[in-house]
């Protein structure tokens, strides 16, 4: 596979602050990678260095090939970024925001109008094409802005907690987009608060932790390491957890519980787990 986003000893300080130490990361050509941390763990600032939007203090980022400091201009040619919060312009209509960004990227106007029409139609938003922005439900505004990103025709896009925001309904269709679009040749790096999203989509994910990367596989591989059962019980009115290797350890410890366990439940330990156990956060934790 095509190293494609590569980072060596990447270092990113604010001051005294350490955003982002040491990292060393390779996202390949048609993954889609899950980047998972608490918030302030330096998933952002990963972003924004990757994206040119800020300086890394030390070491290296680059995109396809091409330095994030020394080829600014040739990255921004490789990738779309769709932050957390939209930047759509609420005043103007979903082709008038279109038609914006491709000026931006200096799409002449024939082949504007085709790919508009085009990223349109890929996404079911033809009919509201002529609509104002504030007018669009939450799914169809980040519709909007993940085919605004699309208009360069960009080989990797950057989705900053993309599905925030977003009811169950919204959520899963903008995962089928992101599927869709990883088919059809686009690499994903995704940042998400939502387990679920990174188990379902990514075929790898990464960890980071106070600004270093602590755990780096596939969901599943990460589940054989940490632990396949979880073991939940509640004891004085407190939930605890307990992770194993296999049922028979788990059912040999429920067997060693005190009476004061008034309920138990053993499951199929999942990413939220693997997560607590490396980190002892959730996701989404300060």
Known sequence: MK?????????????????????????????????????????????RVMTTLTKPTAGRVRINGFDVVKDADKVKEEIGVVQQHLTLDQDLTLRENMEFHARLHHISSAERKRRINELLEYVELTEYADRMVNTLSGGMKKRAAIVS?????????????????????????????????????????????YIEEAEVLCGRVGVIHHGRLIALDTPSALLEKVGSVVVESLVDKEMQYQIFANKVAANRYVQTLSTNAKTVTIRDSNLEDVFVELTGQKVGDA
């Open 3 to 47: 190293e494609f986003i590569v980072t060596e000893k990447f270092t990113k300080n604010y001051g005294e602050i350490k955003a982002v130490q040491d990292l060393d990361l390779t996202v390949y050509s048609g993954e889609i990678f899950g980047f998972l941390g608490p918030n302030g763990a330096g998933k952002t600032t990963t972003i």
């Open 149 to 193: 990103s699309l208009l360069h025709e960009p080989k990797v896009l950057f989705l900053d907690e993309p599905t925030v925001g977003l009811d169950i309904q919204g959520r899963r269709r903008l995962w089928d987009l992101v599927r869709r679009l990883n088919t059809d040749g686009t690499t994903i790096f995704l940042t998400t608060h």
